[in-house]
């Protein structure tokens, strides 16, 4: 049972008919030959794992900002957050996480507090690991008032296979750490805009799991990473 678990993980409503497609597919490759048949068994079963949703284990201790989501991170630049939130034109330290289709898909708040703001923008659907995929790609973004006052932006950003963009949550929804906020279909980024003096804890190409790996710390007395 406990090895079952560890590679069977629940999945998420969204992907049920997702996968019901997939088998339906299936089936009909099976009549025209049974190598497709046997493709679209694979391809179903990603479907699947594709839309996996694990239950993870967010850390509970104050002032910590988490990754949103499972992948790599592409980015570590300064950039101005989105014009549509409202947040001054100011540049913040951005940090993006790249997930392949491969990762869980499931977007997680990287801290507790009030959505304050929601901003959907359609738009491009460039590969999400390059730079241009913040400006130019369809994205939806949400502003967290954090227990401390301070706004942590995040913004979920389609890709190249990425058709569509969801999210569970609405202004004057509360959230906390790890929960989930939303997901992207197939393949996509999340970038996130730490609020002033807030320090990255990672680095470019190091992997990220939603909602338990530590993005940075809100607490000036923690020491930052070397």
């Given at each position: 049972m406990n090895m079952l678990s560890t590679f069977v993980k629940p999945m998420h409503?969204?992907?049920?008919?997702?996968?019901?497609?997939?088998?339906?597919?299936?089936?009909?490759l099976f009549l025209i030959w049974d190598v497709l048949g046997w493709v679209g068994v694979g391809l179903t079963?990603?479907?699947?794992?594709?839309?996996?949703?694990?239950?993870?284990?967010?850390?509970?201790?104050?002032?910590?900002?988490?990754?949103?989501a499972d992948g790599i991170v592409s980015l570590i630049e300064p950039a101005v957050p989105p014009s549509e939130l409202g947040l001054p034109d100011v540049a913040l330290t951005r940090v993006s996480v790249f997930m392949s289709v491969f990762n869980c898909h499931i977007n997680r708040a990287p801290a507790p507090g009030e959505i304050t703001t929601i901003a959907y923008r359609p738009g491009k659907f460039f590969n999400a690991s390059l730079d241009k995929a913040s400006k130019d790609n369809e994205r939806n973004s949400l502003v967290i008032r954090m227990d401390d006052g301070q706004d942590?932006?995040?913004?979920?950003?389609?890709?190249?296979?990425?058709r569509r963009i969801v999210c569970f949550v609405k202004p004057g929804d509360r959230v906390g750490s790890g929960e989930r906020f939303g997901l992207i279909r197939f393949g996509s980024r999340l970038d996130v805009y730490l609020p002033q003096g807030v320090h990255p804890h990672v680095?470019?190409?190091?992997?990220?799991?939603?909602?338990?790996?530590?993005?940075?710390?809100?607490?000036?007395?923690e020491p930052k990473q070397a």
């Open positions: 409503p969204e992907g049920r008919k997702f996968v019901a497609i997939f088998a339906a597919i299936t089936l009909v079963i990603w479907c699947y794992y594709f839309f996996r949703d694990p239950e993870r284990f967010p850390p509970q201790r104050p002032g910590l900002i988490l990754s949103p942590l932006a995040v913004v979920q950003i389609a890709g190249l296979v990425a680095r470019v190409g190091q992997t990220m799991i939603a909602g338990e790996t530590v993005l940075a710390r809100t607490d000036p007395q």
